[in-house]
């Protein structure tokens, strides 16, 4: 069942272009997402309010299997059994597109704030929002509903290249969700109540069947990563120099100027100030979280593809373990279906309330659904112009493109219910972009089905 396969640096001109007419390039586009559009509906049908064919908790454990098996399982086998130290030299351009597409959007993000004035304690996450993209489950889904068909647009082994593709570009976007996004998503400084150390602070917490399905789409068991400095403004607490913080909390954090009788050798080899700061917020970045079990199948399938002899003992017809990796082919099978019907049941609680405002959420949802993939085609084609690109390669410059398509993150709606900030709003925007990114996608998709014979 698994097949050994190769990839080489330059692709037969077989798949380079066999979008003939543009009913057929409408067609090919079309399909694939009314096929997602169908696996959705039937996830909201099956966890709408009214019908509730099924429990809000079942959804929470399918999102569990994604997060733990079915996601990792699609990572090993098909990066596995596609990567090897030749691709990797060949692919280098795949996460420093993640990187120019983040910079992009922040930079558009900036310009929404500008244009649309939201309130300002949703500045930096307007910039967020539009800046941080799904690349993950999303972009998979599409590349195996763009393959599931006989007559594939992008050649032989279309489904194996393009999810290794994907799956390539998961550790920038993880590493940039658990560092950057982690701490700009904090609570702004002058909208925190500071109460003075000691007075209680009376919590409500929240159950699971009352927390929105979207909060443990793509994170579950946030709850658990809790920590006492999730929900506070620790880096501008830590940088505004407050004492309780600096002092009581973090005792080694002294920001006074020294103590005027110590000797002066102590206080030249003491740690600077602004270096211990940063010491102190490095230390209470989540970086932990990084090694998650997505995260860790991307990365055994690079180690064992790098190396042949442990490749052949996992891929090949003869291969001692295959029995292994087929079995974990199966597993990964449920990925895609599994992933719709949890966005078909997060699509079904609803839009929660929003202070965000209408003209900011159609500012972000227009910037990143509409803006962002006219700038990707350009970074691409650019790119293309320079031979940074794999050469005749459809599939490699479609999931390119798809980077600067996707809504945003579903994760960043974890990552606000972690940190206390923007909850209502992040799951208000990220509804209404993924039931505006059905419209978009199907544009831009047709768009890039058209553009690959050229570029």
Known sequence: MARKRVLRGKMPALYENKMTSSGENLLTAIVPLMKLLSLTVIGLVLAHPKAQMIPRATFRLLSKLVFALFFPCLIFTELGQSITLQNIALWWFIPVNVLFSTVIGCFLGVAVV???????????????????????????????????????????????????????????????????????????????????????????????????LLVEAEWPGIEEKETEHSKTPFVARIFNSIPSISQTTFPDLDLAEGNSSSPRSIRCLAEPRVVRRIRIVAEQTPVQHVLQPPT??????????????????????????????????????????????????????????????????????????????????????????????????????????LQYTTPSAILLGAIASLRGYAVKEASALLFWQHVFALFSLSLYIVIYFKLLTYI
Request: overall charge negative; aromatic content about 8%.
């Open 114 to 212: 500008l244009i649309c004035r939201p309130p300002p304690q949703f500045n930096r996450f307007t910039v967020i929002m539009t800046a941080f993209g799904n690349t993950g489950n999303l972009p998979l889904a599409i590349v195996g509903s763009v393959c599931h068909t006989k007559h594939s647009p992008f050649g032989p082994h279309c489904h194996s290249r393009g999810v290794a593709y994907v799956s390539f570009a998961q550790w920038v976007a993880v590493i940039l969700v658990y560092t950057l996004v982690y701490h700009m998503m904090e609570p702004p400084m002058q909208y925190y109540e500071i109460v003075e150390e000691g007075t209680e602070i009376e919590e409500h917490p929240i159950s699971d069947v009352s927390r929105p």
């Open 296 to 401: 860790l199948a991307s990365l055994l399938a690079i180690i064992i593809g790098m190396v042949p002899q442990l490749k052949a003992f996992f891929f090949g017809y003869d291969a001692p373990l295959s029995f292994i990796t087929d079995s974990l082919e199966i597993l990964a099978g449920a990925m895609v279906p599994s992933v719709m019907l949890i966005l078909g049941g997060m699509l079904a609680e609803g839009p929660k309330e929003s202070t965000l405002g209408l003209r900011t959420t159609i500012g972000i949802t227009v910037a990143r659904l509409l803006v962002l993939p006219l700038c990707g085609i350009g970074v691409v084609a650019l790119a293309d112009k320079l031979h940074l690109l794999v050469q005749g390669d459809a599939m490699y410059r479609f999931v390119l493109l």
